[in-house]
Antibody, heavy 117, light 106 residues
């Protein structure tokens, strides 16, 4: 079965970059699509973007100037970088697989990131 | 952008009760609506996709209905292991989420 696991720093300073890794087991990231979703305090959730089996990307327009999703197929990992973070980027970040029917079917357990000086 | 309004935010019910949770879309999303269950500290689990299709391995007490703008998740007979937060996701036009329903045992 597909399993995803997020990892990265739990604390980031304002104006710096947030960098997270999603490690995938049980399925190759050279198939399907692989995305990032976040849940803010108060439970509002936001789709951030995804990277395809071929390496092409799609991003939420609200984040387009700050976000980058990349991958390392040799390690079966994909990555999130969010630049110029503010306290409003404090959230739990999830990675997930987007299937060919356009929805997210397998998710990681999430990693909490706090933006604070 | 499509907005999703989920209700109720909180629900308390007894074992064996029939439970319903609703999501309303701000515009027609056809049947592109999924339901997820998330237990504390765990990954969200897909229960229902495309409004009424049961994901493999999910107990048959879970069901989904609706189309267009109004959708419902039903648990036909609540079990103790169903205590969780449930949320909806529309995937008709990019992705937007409901705010979640926290389900507890009475």
């Amino acid at each position: 079965e597909v399993q995803l696991q997020e990892s990265g720093p739990g604390l980031v300073k304002p104006s710096q970059s947030l960098s997270l890794t999603c490690s995938v087991t049980g399925y190759s990231i050279t198939s399907n699509y692989w995305g990032w979703i976040r849940k803010f305090p108060g439970n509002k959730m936001e789709w951030m973007g995804y990277i395809s089996y071929s390496g092409s990307t799609s991003y939420n327009p609200s984040l387009k100037s700050r976000i980058s999703i990349t991958r390392d197929t040799s390690k079966n990992q994909f990555f999130l970088q969010l630049n110029s973070v503010t306290t409003e980027d404090t959230a739990t970040y999830y990675c997930a697989r987007r299937n060919v029917d356009w929805y997210f079917d397998f998710w990681g357990p999430g990693t909490m990131v706090t933006v604070s000086s | 952008d499509i907005q999703m309004t989920q209700s109720p935010s909180f629900l308390s019910a007894s074992v064996g009760d029939r439970v319903t949770i609703n999501c309303k879309a701000s515009q027609n999303i056809n049947r592109y609506l999924n339901w997820y269950q998330q237990k504390l500290g765990e990954a969200p689990k897909l229960l229902i996709y495309n409004a009424n299709s049961l994901q493999t391995g999910i107990p048959s007490r879970f069901s989904g209905s609706g189309s267009g703008t109004d959708f419902t998740l039903t648990i036909s007979s609540l079990q103790p292991e169903d205590v969780a937060t449930y949320f909806c996701l529309q995937h008709n036009s990019w992705y937007t989420f409901g705010a979640g329903t926290k389900l507890e045992l009475k």
